[in-house]
């Protein structure tokens, strides 16, 4: 491919996905429906949207633009068109009982009890996502406000906390992220890995890029007769086509509310006084020291806090198994580890070479990578606190919804014997009618150890999947039927 | 060692009788998606040496692919397909059922075609058993009266270890001592039972034996023929891979959903698909060539715990249907859908294109094992896009995957080991 042709056009792209907007300490995510069409798209054709060019000095405000499917069916956006983006997409977070199952999204967790994103008035078509400086956003909400009244209706505007990078627990959040490959250089094929690495391609968080199997991910492609004006970018791998999902990405928020007291008060009455014991359970919980170092030895020296996998823990004996972050991202690559020769990789190819236990259960992590931009909520006294939990990808099957569902609320994750999540899991009893509420940590001398009795500590209160457009995307959309 | 077997019972339905059918399979589940184990019609339950069974519905939804592409459509019934794995000979399965569960059954199937009320219904399902091509044994030799006994023992050991953060460690060998003492005791009072295994009929060990030897040994009988056929073979697959069309739109949302609202009611779930081969000879009988080498695979190679690098299929068979011109696949296998399709893209795409890529529509392979479904979303279009709902799915031992099968046989095989170093004591003492 040219050069010119693989350069990425950073104006062209929604800035979170490049940026955590983190001087931006103040943020607020309004969730709007459309209340009159013509002067939502009247607003969204001129909104002042921050693109991922960097900016010199920063900005002092930044604005998001994202929208649910049934957004843009509001918007009048032709039914083809919505029908080219993904099925998960169009189907929605609370679509059903079975995705419910999926997601864990059970019990207190079920969207019949959230507060947006669940009953279908309370479902957003827009999330507008508004962030500044300290001390900027009431004004910055004030002119938004303003211009966006005319076409749309506020279900809720969700407010954040600047936590300083601590989640409500007290640990510090948002360290282990993938490097997106900017600047394409990750090849695009599709080859087995044989190392975990951090380096993430670009297609897998932005749709129109080659994702990590060498391969573009399905979204709407218009004929150029749609697109007249040729306001949209071509497809690289349809020339003809008019690519609307270029440079967009699908965001999925979750509002994740926490009861820090009820963690702490459990993690009390297990310690029964010890204050080591209290904080070595609240790590290995997590799988990082409340500072956010990893449990397990040996990361690299120029990445102390994410340059690491669990290859020299295999017996969970310094991060446990279920611990939140080793379900999250298990850091393994394509093939269990081995020699790198050919009659080594052909015996593991065939699932040989180890009668372990936990051989090759998880395998190519690099497929099931998250984006995370969540925000904090909350945490003043008496109010409630948690996590505006926001991530980016091309894929929400694949992405989201497998960590979600097969890493973090599957309670046989990784030949665990059956619990969830010892942060986010749900605790109802299993099919079988045992119990999921433990949390086991592999010791040394002996059977694990464990934790029983878990009290739901984090309850879904919200959530959608929305789709996160390439601004000249956004502009395309905002002008659609005429 | 009681070696498993497996029966398909296919039959088409008669003109006219689909829905009533379907209502009728429909109350054998508490609500879909979940049996009645115990349900009038056949109580799953009552079969001790019953590991899965299911019943669906055949539609034919795929076949007019073909006609997207200008090619024949032939008549194909739809049939109601009756399958399940058991510990044992499958006809002894099937005259269980008939002895226990006649009437049921034969309310189900006359439904069907040919099913005359003078019919003796035991030959009748005899008649309609199909072949399976090719099965697959996760653990050729487990009973499904181990797997509850071991699943006992290790609720009872568990359950019996303290694992309380504050205690001090007790001395490994010490605390193995005292649970063996304590599953004597249990034994003794007859509230832990396990069945030292049955003796390996001789006749499968024969067979199993001469089945081992015979076809390497054909194979180098026929290794000049091969090396002078295998260029032509080649030359042919890549003509036909280069031609072959690709087919896979994505499918409904509603036909998913109403998969999606059978699955995930147990940490396994069931998957029934059905498809047509590619047309043509050269197709036609490479299909059949390579059954015959996965079911060798899988007899003689696997069958320890794992299909190449996938460790989560309970049971899975390829069957023939309609003079070869169909095959049906259908396994039972633990986690969400998603994770088990990830699974095989990103560990066996490989396998898996060996044997589907003769299927009509598959994603464009190259030297039949390269590419297919490592097109990721062509791959899951197609996948689902060939599944049927599966109506009726009943496991013998809920809540428990492959994960835990493995870890209470080797807990009972450390329970039953005479004499332990500290080493395996220490991890016999980590699997309760």
New interface residues.
Partial sequence: MAEAAMSVDHEDIQGLVRFGYRHLTQACFLLLRIRDAEAARAWLATAPVSSAAARKPPPSTAMQIAFTSAGLRALGVAEDTVDGFSAEFLAGMSSDAGRARRLGDLGANDPRHWQWGGAADRLPHVLVMLYAVPGGLDAWLQTVRAQCDAGFEQIASLATSDMDGVEPFGFVDGISQPNVDWERQRAVDDEERLDYTNLSCLGEYLLGYPNEYGAYTDRPLLDAARDPAASLPRAEDHADKADLGRNGSYLVMRQLQQDVEGFWRFIDGQAGGDAGLRKKLAEAMVGRTMAGEPLVPGARPDDPLNGFTYERDADGLRCPFGAHIRRSNPRNADLPPGASNLISRMVRTLGFGSSARRNDLIASTRFHRLLRRGREYGGAAGEETGLHFVCLGANIARQFEFVQGAWLAGTKFDALAGEGDPLLGHRLPGPDGLPTDGFSMPAATGPDRCLSGLPQFVTVRGGAYFFLPGIRALRYLSKVPS | MTPQSHFVVAAAIAPGREPGLRKLLASMNTAPGIVDPANVLLPFGAFPRLHYARFAVLGDATMADLEVFGLPRPRVPIYLVFMGDCDGPAEAQLAEFVQRAGDGLRRIFSHCKGLDVRDDLLEWLMEHDRPVAAPYVNWIGRTVVQIREESALQRAL?SR?V????EP??D?QR?RRELVAFVRTEQAAGRIVLTPPAPTPLGWRIRNTLHAIGLPLAALLLLPLEIVLLPVVLVLLRRHEKRDPEYCP?PR?AA??EM??L?????SNSFTALGPVKPGLFRRWLVQLLLVLIAYACRH??GRG??????TIHFAHWVFLDDKTRVLFASSY???H??YM??FI??VA?GLNLIFSNGFGWPRTDWLIKGGA????RFKYYQRGHQLPTQVWYKAY????L??L??NR?IREGFEDVEMSDAQV?AW????
């Fill in positions: 568990s270890v694992r309380d953060v504050n460690a007790a490994p605390l994505r949302a998913v959903r999606q609202q699955e995930d009611h147990d940490p190679v696997f794992h299909l190449g690098r996938v460790r633990d986690g969400s998603e994770s990830d699974d990103n560990k490989w490592r097109h990721e979303l809920p809540g428990l995957t994960t835990d493995d870890r080797r220490l003492l980590k699997l309760l």
